[in-house]
């Protein structure tokens, strides 16, 4: 009995350690557009941020204090999101006062986007958290073109803002040497190199990354 029961334990810890666990893709597509209202009032199209790198996070929204401390860790971190050249919109399928009391409990800032569950669902982030009709602690990243990237799903709750970082900046397609990151010196392929500095004739790398991945776990 002792044995059988001590089988269940671990088959559930078992259970609960593999549906914590985090799951990605970077199955490319266009993402698809929207306007929102935010917490400020504001109408905030996506098609807005062309030309610019966008990670939308969903989550649970109001009554999940994990995902107000997310979102104010990311907010700490704000300086190094611009330095990137990143810029994070926060998705809750929320009214404007539930979603407010929170960030005033949590002082976050963040203009919070206002979604009926229409964007939510149309990112495919509905019932991958603890509760079926609310998207989980999901991150999608969306490229200068209008490209989703990348789509990263944390159970546990939490993604430190340097991780969040670590997966921008490798999923991420190679920078135009004409468009360069902030903080990069721009450079031209037929600029000619400084006196006195050698030259090769070896090819130069193309710079290309590859074709877009495949979902992966």
């Known amino acids: 009995m002792v044995a059988a029961v001590g089988a269940i334990v671990v088959a559930v810890v078992a259970a609960m350690m593999l549906t914590s666990r985090p799951t990605s893709s970077t199955a490319t597509r266009v993402a698809p557009t929207f306007t ?39 907010e700490k971190d704000k300086a190094a999101f611009d330095a990137a050249g ?10 404007r006062d539930q979603i407010m009391r929170d960030m005033a409990t949590y002082g976050v800032r963040t203009p919070f986007l206002l979604d009926d569950g229409t964007v939510s669902r149309a990112y495919k982030t509905i019932g991958r ?8 602690h ?19 709750m939490w993604l430190a ?9 490798k999923h991420l397609p190679a920078v135009s040497m004409c468009t ?8 031209s ?10 030259t090769s004739t070896s090819p130069t790398p193309n710079g290309s990354t590859g074709s877009p991945g495949s979902a992966t776990s």
């Open 36 to 74: 929102l209202t935010n917490t400020a009032g504001t109408q905030v199209n996506l098609a807005a941020y062309r030309g610019k790198n966008v990670v939308l996070y969903f989550s649970e929204g109001a009554g999940c204090g994990s995902c107000m401390q997310q979102m104010g860790a990311i």
């Open 86 to 95: 990143v810029t994070v919109l926060p998705i809750v399928m929320n009214t």
């Open 129 to 136: 958290g603890m509760h079926q009709g609310l998207p989980g």
């Open 138 to 156: 999901s991150f999608v990243l969306i490229d200068e073109t209008g490209t989703q990237r990348w789509y990263g799903e944390y159970p546990s």
């Open 161 to 169: 803002p340097n991780d969040l970082l670590a997966q921008i900046d």
């Open 180 to 187: 360069p990151r902030p903080g990069t010196a721009a450079t």
């Open 189 to 198: 392929a037929s600029a000619p190199p400084p006196t006195g500095a050698p």
